[in-house]
């Protein structure tokens, strides 16, 4: 008999992971506390934008016609305790409110989801954590599934790190660049071999390590990422200073095949529900550890991260003569990155707010992130495209890389402006065209003409 699978949690990481397993061929049940949610789920519909998610929901989720009926929503713990051979815990784990460290106890936490499934599980079975948790939680969890669970020991635990990119999601899940899990048993090794033998079946490699390396795993590799965009950005502020151009300076070492290309845009930083709160967290329990000093840089790479968000500004407030009072300022983006409407940390709507409270008139457009920007900044004003953005505007601020502000016509968008003022603060737009078309072009780490 095939393996019967468990998703609980179905925000980003467990709707994308759900969805992605009935792909696969398994039977599978999700699980959420929130009884919209499933709801919305279960008619085939996510509440999130992401590239082809929705397509794939549609595919399997039963009740869709036309879908396989491979997969299924609820609310019922004991539903899924009866239904699971392999549960995959997928919930968030915030950072703590006013604090570093990563939030394990919430309501709807990982500790909580361990604590209501436990007790349920009366039969052989494997509890796989991907949240991304400190190091030292798997052990922790691990013994407490076994007090808690009536079929004791038979119910493992092992971890199986997640390692998606927002806009990338669906393809990051079915074909990975790697799979890490974290065991303490052959029998666990074997059940998520079994889980995953379509990608390692397609070369996808296989890692297997303990519960601590596979913790590490997560937060050393977002931490490296970060690491790298901070370096770049810092490499911006010497630029600037010393009058050179950041993205020849990143095409030359990119070559280097030991740095490499990827992540040396210099921009406004990073942001999102990820790299920020994941870097704290590491740096939080690496105090905890005694090992505080071994992640001090960390320190560094996030202020030079926050520090790009006022560089910005900065750049804003001279293109508007030294004040923004008065002022209309246009910000094309408002998600953290493209193709994706998260707006969690987003450094486009930081800037956005700064400049707001400020004294500037500020006018947000992004493609899909509106919704869940109005939430997050109610007293911004939004428009419908980026021209309506643009009307009148003193300056026009690009802050996230949709490919929709790449294809705008300079010219056209001229027209609609007070004054041809444009800062990149991503530097993916080519400053040729716009310049033609008479517009002043700033971007962060070049000269300016």
């Not at 036309?66 to 950072?95: I, M, S, Y």
């Not at 029998?187 to 590490?216: C, H, I, K, M, S």
């Not at 026009?396 to 949709?402: A, C, D």
Request: charged share 25%; net charge negative.
């Amino acid at each position: 008999m095939s393996l019967r699978i468990t998703v609980i949690g179905t925000g980003y990481l467990g709707a994308t992971h759900a969805a992605a397993m009935a792909e696969l061929g398994f039977e599978v049940l999700g699980l959420d506390v929130v009884k919209e949610k499933v709801e919305l789920l279960s008619a085939g519909r996510v509440p999130m934008y992401e590239p082809g998610l929705e397509e794939l929901l549609r595919t399997h989720v039963a009740g869709v016609e036309g879908a396989t009926g491979r997969l299924r929503f609820t609310t019922d713990w004991d539903e899924v305790a009866a239904f699971g051979d392999v549960h995959f815990v997928c919930v968030n784990t915030p950072q703590k409110h006013g604090e570093y460290g990563c939030d394990m106890s919430y309501n709807a936490g990982v500790d909580a989801a361990i604590d209501t499934l436990a007790p349920r599980l009366d039969r052989p079975c494997l509890v796989v954590g991907k949240s991304t948790v400190p190091v030292g939680s798997a052990a922790r969890l691990a013994r407490r599934l076994a007090e808690l669970a009536p079929a004791g020991e038979e119910a493992e635990l092992a971890w199986n790190p997640e390692f998606l990119r927002e806009g990338f999601a669906v393809e990051d899940t079915l074909r990975p660049d790697r799979i890490v899990v974290g065991v303490a048993s052959e029998r666990a090794e074997e059940l998520l071999r079994e889980v995953y033998a379509g990608p390692v079946g397609d070369g996808t490699p296989f890692v297997v390590a303990d519960y601590p390396t596979a913790e590490l795993v997560k937060t050393a590799a977002n931490s490296f990422l970060a690491t790298k965009i901070s370096f770049i950005n810092a490499m911006a502020e010497i630029c600037e200073a010393a009058g050179g151009d950041v993205v020849k300076l990143a095409e030359a070492i990119g070559y280097d095949d030991r740095i490499g290309k990827k992540f040396l845009r210099a921009g406004i930083g990073f942001g999102g529900g990820c790299l920020p709160k994941d870097i704290r967290a590491f740096m939080a329990r690496a105090g905890e550890l005694g090992v505080d000093q071994a992640l001090t840089f960390l320190r560094e790479v996030d202020s030079i991260n926050m520090r790009r968000r006022a560089h910005m500004v900065e750049l804003a407030r001279e293109a508007c003569g030294g004040t923004f009072l008065g002022r209309r300022i246009a910000v094309l983006g408002a998600a953290f990155k493209p193709d994706s409407d998260d707006v969690r940390d987003s450094p486009a709507l930081n800037v956005a707010g700064q400049i707001h409270l400020q004294g500037g008139q500020v006018t947000v457009y992004d493609p899909k992130g509106m919704d869940n920007a109005r939430r997050e900044f109610p007293t911004l004003r939004y428009a419908d495209s980026a021209e309506d953005a643009a009307g009148s505007a003193d300056v026009v601020l690009h802050l996230t890389e949709w490919s929709e502000f790449r294809n705008l016509d300079p010219r056209r968008l001229a027209r609609a402006v007070a004054t041809a003022h444009l800062i990149d603060g991503r530097n993916t737009l080519d400053p040729a065209p716009w310049r033609a078309a008479g517009w002043t072009f700033r971007a962060i780490g070049r000269p300016a003409l």
